[in-house]
């Protein structure tokens, strides 16, 4: 008796499937996800050089103004 796992994706693809043969078919989705995490860290470190080039002046207040002032890159202040 075989029994056969489905897990099928939103898109209608076989998971399983994806990692017969070398999981080729599972590089592009791991490069997306490895570039997205690569993003989000650069994003992350041009936030905290904004904050770190306001060296001791990073009161809550200096920040606040900072977010106005649109000096904190990534970051948007709606009023």
């Given amino acids: 008796m075989t029994t056969e796992l489905a897990l099928i994706t939103e898109g209608g693809t076989d998971i399983v499937a994806m990692f017969k043969d070398g999981g080729a078919q599972i590089d592009p989705i791991l490069a997306r996800i ?10 992350a470190r041009e936030i905290a050089d904004a904050l770190n080039a306001m060296s001791g002046r990073a ?12 000096r904190i890159p990534h970051c948007k202040v709606s009023m």
């Fill in 59 to 70: 009161t809550p207040s200096a920040i606040a103004e900072a977010l106005i002032e649109g």
């Fill in 34 to 43: 490895e570039a997205e995490v690569n993003h989000r860290a650069e994003i």
